[in-house]
């Protein structure tokens, strides 16, 4: 661009001040939007990107496939010798194990127990997950089994400034053992699910009570393996359904690959594809919000290219000027794609600025740490004002660098693009409302969704009820585990005090049994089974549908005696139960006995509890009583009261009877906020994004009404003069808008219902995808239309008619 061209576009732009706020506001809008988000979504695909050969590691997934059973599914681990058989079998697989991690031991300093993130693994653990080693040593460092390395925010923790190397710590995983810090590796990073503070060797044989260490079908550790060539993995795991029929025959029978697969899964991929509940619904949001920036960025660029082209036409005669001077057509085409690039580049400049200020508010909504890598955001804002400039200055320059100018200066008027200009704006108005209702449509489901899951019936009281999982631990054995609950009977303002097998949240061992019914010859059905204790449906106070509860007047409900099971045993079933067995009713199932080789009779039936993921559905569950307590017993606390002085009360309690075991509890309404946090991140997030959406696509509207409605100022005055009233302009203008927003509903609720089906897919208790969400987002929109467009109309059809006709 020459001198000429940069005092035009100074001139275009501080002569219509509100054309320029609108056109370049509305883009840098769209594109702040566009930025935060993409940096949201590479934050989400990048987790475990920052270790060297991440594409070279899996994860060895336990698939279940049980007939009929609530638990079949990939799980992300195995069991504890997996590793050993392969090796075995497979000389020269390259593999390490992870047995804990997030809270998976305690370190033991001055008589206090204190939680922390403690992995046990393999001395192979260095060669397949390269920690940064900031002190110290690694490399073959866990071959010494008293070897441990800690976190650089941990050792700081634990020896504040002082060397931590050679220092002693008492570690608890299975029993408390002294191990010494050979080196410090760097904080993992927050793109890492991997939950890492302290890393000793895992056991050389397996530990004391650790039975499932060679027990196939459970899934206690994780084990990785590594592949230097892609192909070397799908040999791999081309040969795994063979392992399984050679190695678990023994706990499986003879044909252990019909109910038992292993699987490999990138670990690059574990993030947006967890095994188990959440697994689909993760990825399906990240890429929903990535839809969400490309789009609100779309609209901007719609919005900015329309605006372009509908007010180039006033700068016709602008152009006839600079012809007649001896300007070529080259030469327009160029100031206007130049002029239309430094717009576009303010425009980028400022949504730039836009998002690096809104960045704060999006890390405290969505719970994040985000921040711009300018090196590789800058490159990628130059190629957005390239293309964006492109798309909204050559449709004005050929178009108006074609006009005769002659005839242009002899005109009453400016071109405007003729008929088909006006098409091409209503066009993109189309696209524009079509974007923007199908945002209105998905977060108005999303919303009701997330309400919806955090209102529904979980079969118990939310509210003034404490969890307490570290109970299970498993150094806490029933002598030790009594007493404590005794002295939480005791505090003042509780109400009952319940245990079993799980809690609210979804802590806890969960076992699957087979009931197999007296009329069918089948293999029977897969039910969960939960073991209870003392005070565990008082705690809950679940609905009793038919029957009654367990107590220890009947000898029969306590199955504590498992030699006794022949003779038979008492159960609850839920109502998910009933069904899957068969039974007309709750009242039918009562009295029934099911299972004839260990019989056991249905004394009672409840309605779901549902402590689990809303994303899986209510599973068939029957429930066995332990009147002597359950052996890894989570605990629940019915209270009355402030829940902050009830958790001081139990935790004092706790610290005075095991103070060697760190203490875990939460309120019911905390647990379960976790199933519900991802969902309520993004809906926050995709409101945002789509409000600003709306926004933009408004600005556009109204920016185009004014244009138009200033070209139309004669003709509303031609037809005032004939006799039309100020409704008939106002309808006329009117018609004009509301057209193509009408429209854009034919666009935008196909498109907005495949996507929230298809979103809503990743939910067991779900919505109904009502037609009031769609008609209620297009007579939303119809509403903003209007009154986008309201004010210029109205001022418009009050115009006196000698004024409109001299107007110019």
């Not at 079998?89 to 047995?99: E, L, N, S, Y």
């Not at 719609?302 to 036409?313: D, H, I, M, Q």
């Not at 492109?390 to 006009?403: D, E, I, N, Q, W």
């Amino acid at each position: 661009m020459n001198g000429s061209a940069w005092v035009s576009l100074y001139r275009s732009l501080v002569r219509h001040k509100l054309y320029a706020t609108l056109n370049i506001g509305g883009l840098a809008l769209g594109i702040a939007v566009f930025c935060v988000l993409a940096l949201y979504v590479r934050f989400e695909t990048s987790f475990e990107t920052w270790l060297p050969h991440h594409d070279e590691i899996y994860l060895v997934q336990t698939e279940l496939h049980l007939p009929g059973s609530p638990l079949n599914g990939a799980y992300p681990g195995t069991m504890a010798g997996m590793l050993e058989q392969m090796r075995q079998d497979f000389p020269g697989v390259v593999g390490t194990r992870i047995r804990g991690g997030t809270d998976g031991g305690t370190i033991l300093r001055d008589g206090e127990a204190i939680r922390a993130d403690v992995a046990q693994v393999d001395p192979t653990f260095l060669d397949i997950f390269a920690l940064p080693i900031v002190q110290g040593r690694g490399g073959d460092a866990l071959s010494d089994p008293t070897a441990a390395l800690v976190s650089r925010r941990q050792a700081q923790r634990l020896f504040g400034d002082g060397d931590p190397i050679g220092q002693t710590l008492t570690i608890a995983v299975d029993a408390p053992e002294r191990y010494h810090v050979v080196g410090v590796f760097d904080d993992l990073p927050a793109n890492s699910d991997m939950k890492l503070s302290v890393v000793i060797p895992i056991p050389r044989t397996p530990p004391p009570a650790q039975w499932t260490w060679y027990r196939w079908g459970t899934a206690d550790v994780g084990t990785y393996l590594r592949f230097a060539d892609t192909a070397d993995d799908w040999a791999f795991a081309a040969k795994l359904p063979a392992f399984v029929r050679r190695r678990a025959k023994q706990d499986l029978g003879p044909t252990p690959d019909k109910v038992i697969a292993l699987s490999l899964l990138p670990i690059t991929r574990m993030h947006l594809e967890p095994p188990g509940a959440e697994s689909g619904g993760r990825r399906l949001t990240v890429v929903a919000l990535g839809i969400v920036g490309v789009l609100t960025l779309l609209i901007a660029v719609v919005n900015y290219v329309n605006l372009a082209t509908a007010r180039a036409g006033l700068r016709a005669r602008e152009v006839a000027m600079r012809k007649v001077l001896g300007a070529d057509r080259a030469t327009l085409v160029r100031q206007f794609l130049g002029e239309a690039m430094v717009t576009v580049a303010i425009a980028a400049f400022a949504g730039l600025v836009l998002a690096e200020l809104s960045l704060p508010l999006l890390n405290a909504a969505g719970g994040l740490t985000l921040a711009f890598p300018y090196a590789l955001v800058v490159p990628v804002l130059i190629v957005l004002v390239l293309v964006i400039g492109v798309l909204a200055g050559l449709y004005p320059a050929l178009l108006l660098s074609r006009f005769p100018a002659a005839a242009v200066l002899a005109a009453a008027h400016s071109p405007g693009g003729g008929r088909a200009g006006n098409r091409l704006r209503e066009a993109l108005v189309i696209v524009q409302f079509g974007m923007a209702i199908a945002f209105i449509i998905g977060t108005a489901v999303v919303s009701v969704q997330v309400a919806h899951l955090r209102q529904a019936d979980l079969g118990f009281r939310r509210d003034g009820l404490l969890v307490v999982p570290s109970l299970a631990d498993k150094r806490i054995f029933a002598d030790r585990a009594r007493p404590v609950l005794a002295a939480f009977r005791q505090l003042p303002g509780v109400v009952a005090v319940g245990e079993g097998g799980t809690g609210a949240g979804g802590d806890g061992e969960t076992n699957v049994d087979i009931i197999a019914m007296p009329a069918d010859a089948g293999p029977g059905v897969t039910v969960m089974a939960q073991n209870v204790g003392p005070g565990f449906f008082r705690t809950y106070s679940p609905t009793l549908l038919a029957g009654r509860f367990f107590d220890d007047a009947h000898r029969s409900d306590d199955a504590s005696d498992w030699t006794r099971w022949p003779q038979g045993r008492n159960i609850v079933l839920n109502r998910a139960a009933v069904a899957a067995l068969g039974f007309r009713s709750p009242a039918d199932a009562v009295g029934r006995t099911v299972d004839g080789a260990m019989p056991r009779t249905i004394v009672g039936v409840i309605d779901t509890l549902r402590f689990f993921t809303p994303r899986i559905a209510d599973q068939a569950t029957y429930y066995q009583y332990n009147r002597d307590g359950v052996a890894k017993p989570v605990a629940a606390i019915r209270f009355t009261g402030d829940p902050a002085a009830m958790l001081d009360r139990v935790r004092a309690t706790w610290r005075r009877l095991i103070p060697d075991v760190p203490f875990v509890a939460q309120t019911a309404e905390d647990r379960l906020a976790e199933f519900y946090r991802a969902d309520e991140q993004a809906m926050r997030l995709f409101a945002i994004g789509g409000g600003l959406a709306v926004a933009i696509a408004c600005i556009g509207l109204w920016g185009l009404a004014a244009f138009n409605t200033a070209r139309r100022t004669r003709e509303i005055g031609i037809r005032k003069t004939l006799g039309a009233s100020s409704g008939d302009i106002v309808r006329l203008l009117f018609g004009q808008f509301l057209r193509p927003v009408l429209i854009a509903n034919v666009i935008a609720w196909p498109l907005a219902y495949l996507a929230m089906r298809a979103w809503l897919a990743g939910f067991a208790d779900r919505i109904a995808l009502s037609l009031l969400y769609f008609v209620g987002a297009g007579l939303l929109a119809l509403a903003i239309a209007v009154l986008t467009v309201l004010a210029q109309a109205i001022r418009a059809s009050r115009a006196a008619p000698a004024w409109a006709l001299r107007h110019d």
